[in-house]
Nanobody, 112 residues
Framework: QVQLVESGGGLVQPGGSLRLSCAASGTILSIYTIYWYRQAPGKQRELVAQITSSGNTFYADSVKGRFTISRDNAKNTVYLQMNTLKPEDTAVYYC??????WGQGTQVTVSS
């Protein structure tokens, strides 16, 4: 059974940083494209970043230059480094492996 477990969320002040982790069991993440999505209250889930098996990355315009997605194949983990956080980054963040594997999500709250 494939499982994804996110961690690293929390409360941070504007301008601060967090690093989210997505750890996998039951599969090898390195051979798949892995996605980070987020969902804010009352809004649709949106794609934040993705990383392919070859290491190519994609970012939503809203996070480009502030967020970095990476992977540690030895740890079977994908990370999302989030810098210069803004209140509008507040959301539940999910990692995803297509077609239908999602983690439980981790809450990120950016507030003073």
């Amino acid at each position: 059974q494939v499982q994804l477990v996110e961690s690293g969320g929390g409360l941070v002040q504007p301008g601060g940083s967090l690093r989210l982790s997505c750890a996998a069991s039951g599969t090898i993440l390195s051979i798949y494209t892995i996605y980070w999505y987020r969902q804010a209250p009352g809004k649709q889930r949106e794609l934040v970043a993705q990383i392919t098996s070859s290491g190519n990355t994609f970012y939503a315009d809203s996070v480009k230059g502030r967020f970095t997605i990476s992977r540690d194949n030895a740890k079977n983990t994908v990370y999302l480094q989030m810098n210069t956080l803004k209140p509008e980054d507040t959301a539940v963040y999910y990692c995803h492996k297509a077609p239908n594997t999602w983690g439980q999500g981790t809450q990120v709250t950016v507030s003073s």
